[in-house]
């Protein structure tokens, strides 16, 4: 039974409805994609449709594949860093960061002090960066404009800083294991904190522009919502997972670095527009989580000190001993984790990289039908997939 | 709880079903007998005292070549001959391939990593996206990089490559083909792979047009055109 067509039966008194002949009609088979604005990269999605109301949404994917995992057993554990900025092309910076994580963990390895502030500040910075184009965008979806050059204004600022750090405005390359590549330029932390000090006032502008904007609530509230049990069957994590109202965060409750030594805290959907888990509270988690980076860059650039940036007796190859270790970061999008397997030598023996887009867009097959097409589009911007991670 | 007690755990509610414990290195995990997989995964999920509400990741394995002595020789990536066509490893893999669950729990805010090995000849063990539904989408590209099949998953086709490919190229043995559908795949410059590239035949180039006679105007009169 459609509720769309039944709700305009009833509205017409019910009773003429069972005059009527019943009305044949089929699913229509719709293909949102490859080449769609509203998917944020090469995704298909086939919809089958009654009527204006989505029946199914089965997702296609692996137009981008590179089988980064194959290559990641083909070079050594320094080399691979290079390709972990081409998964989440949105937030290189945290896709570094898991990977070092992870390989250090096996190698049971200590990352200086300083290093591990940069990395801080930088994972922070980038998840500034990577949820301002989640805002933009998904903005432009709801067809809105003028939120993407705003957003575009703001990460211009960042990246202009990492351009300084490390060279590449996109991809940077940044982290190294035992530490990081660069150090610091000299004027970074003024430039940094100028930066969160601009940045936090902006963060009302959004609000006003956007967040509180009557259209945009009516777009979003309500919509695509994500309940907590499906949310964890599915393996939603990250803002998707906290936007139902979960207050979990790997930074806070698995904690890696040094973040068990900063106070931030961990916004949640609220249902404040509508139910919790809507489209709506995903996307004002993201903009809260920027108010907070904010205060973790604070405290990192606080505390930094002076020192050396990387472990000083790691040999240029280095070699992973023996062993096993699934690690898990929170990067903007959730959790990434990598799991390496290495058997003593230069190269993993296996990497699988487990990307939270990836687990994100699995859970469109579940709330996405019963919905309308054009609130799937704001279902599946509101996920903030970046399909360099899921396709890897 | 710790790893080892939850191990204790399995090994009382399963017996010979748990395989195996590796209780060293950085991640502590159990190995149990394939065809048991499911069952202890909904053990795992519905236990109040482990309520394992997250499968956090699930990868799929090809132990060939693996020796924990780091002596193991991987045939990972095998080279090209300048000819564009894949070498062949010396070595046929023989070991076995497998999968490892990696689980945590919200609730009692512990992780545990559960591992099945299946041998190569025939990689298959029961899905268990019926416990965590987003085991389908991880067992589907286990299937499709490396050819593990997971019985009764309900959707069963490849996620990332092409329904047709052939192989599956996580597995330490794959060959990677020189060509597919005319495209080079191999690195090779595109001059020298073994898929040249089909131009079309050389030919005299047609005459030009004459150019328009544009002596006719002269630059006297072309000023406010």
């Not at chain 1, 009516?218 to 998707?240: H, I, K």
């Not at chain 2, 002596?71 to 564009?84: H, P």
Request: proline share 7%; net charge negative; with cysteine.
């Amino acid at each position: 039974m459609n509720p769309a067509i039944d709700g305009v039966a009833a509205s017409r008194g019910g009773d003429d409805r069972a005059a009527l002949p019943r009305l044949k009609s089929e699913l229509l088979e719709l293909n949102m994609g490859p080449q769609h604005p509203s998917t944020h990269g090469v995704l298909r999605l086939l919809i089958h449709t009654d009527g204006e109301i989505v029946h199914s949404v089965r997702p296609y994917i692996g137009y981008l594949h590179r089988c980064a995992e194959k290559i990641g057993e083909g070079c050594d554990c320094r080399q691979f860093v290079v390709y972990t900025d081409r998964l989440d092309y949105l937030a290189p910076m945290n896709c570094n960061f898991g990977y070092v994580v992870a390989v250090e963990k096996l190698m049971g390895i200590a990352v200086p002090e300083r290093a591990e502030h940069i990395r801080v500040i930088c994972a922070e910075l980038q998840r500034i960066a990577s949820h301002l184009i989640a805002f933009g965008t998904f903005g432009l979806d709801m067809g809105a404009w003028t939120p993407l050059l705003y957003a575009f204004r703001e990460r211009e600022v960042i990246l202009n800083i990492f351009e300084r750090l490390c060279g590449g405005r996109m991809l940077y390359n940044y982290y190294d294991i035992g530490g990081v590549r660069f150090d610091l330029p000299d004027g970074f932390a003024e430039e940094v904190v100028d930066f969160i000090d601009m940045f936090e006032r902006k963060l009302d502008e959004y609000n006003t522009l956007l967040s509180y904007n009557k259209i945009f609530i009516e777009r979003t509230a309500d919509v695509g919502v994500l309940s907590v049990a499906d949310a964890n069957a599915y393996g939603c994590t990250g803002p998707v997972l906290r936007g139902s109202g979960v207050a979990w965060d790997c930074r806070r409750d698995d904690p890696y670095s040094i973040y068990d030594r900063f106070e931030f805290d961990v916004p949640t959907g609220q249902g404040e527009m509508g139910t919790v888990g809507d489209s709506w509270d995903r996307y004002m988690v993201r903009i809260r989580e920027m108010a907070e980076s904010c205060r973790i860059v604070r405290q990192a650039v606080k505390a930094l000190p002076e020192g050396p940036i990387r472990t000083p007796e790691l040999k240029k190859i280095v070699k992973v001993p023996a062993g096993a270790a699934y690690t898990r970061t929170e990067s903007s999008k959730g959790e990434l984790g990598f799991y390496v397997i290495a058997d003593g030598g230069a190269t993993p023996f296996r990497l699988k990289i487990r990307s939270p887009s990836f687990s994100n867009l699995h859970v469109i097959e579940k709330i996405g039908p019963g919905q309308m097409i054009s609130d799937l589009v704001a279902t599946v911007g509101s996920l903030d997939l970046v399909l360099g991670e899921i396709d890897r | 709880m710790e790893p080892a007690a939850i191990h204790q755990l399995l090994v009382e509610k399963f017996g010979d079903a748990v395989v195996g414990w590796h209780p060293d290195g950085p991640e502590p995990c159990a190995e149990v007998a394939p065809a048991r997989v499911a069952d202890v995964a909904l053990f795992l999920r519905d236990d109040p005292r482990l309520a394992f509400a997250l499968l956090m990741c699930l990868s799929g394995i090809d132990w060939d070549g693996y020796d924990a002595a780091g002596k193991g020789k991987s045939v990972a990536i095998l080279g090209y001959r300048a000819d564009g066509t894949p070498e062949a490893g010396e070595r046929v893999a023989t070991g076995d391939l497998g999968v490892a669950y990696h689980l945590y729990s919200y609730a009692h805010r512990h992780k545990f990593t559960l591992r099945a090995r299946v041998p190569r000849a025939q990689p298959s063990l029961p899905t268990v996206c019926r416990v965590w539904p987003t085991a389908a989408w991880h067992e589907r590209e286990a299937w499709d990089l490396l050819g593990i099949v997971f019985t009764g998953h309900p959707d069963p086709r490849r996620i990332l490559l092409e329904d047709g490919w052939i192989g599956h190229p996580l597995r330490k043995d794959y060959a990677m083909p020189g060509a597919w559908e005319g495209v080079p795949l191999q690195g090779q410059p595109y001059a020298v792979s073994s898929a040249k590239p089909v131009l079309p035949p050389p030919s005299a180039p047609a005459p030009r047009p004459a150019p328009p006679d544009q002596g006719a105007r002269g630059p006297a009169e072309g000023g406010s055109a």
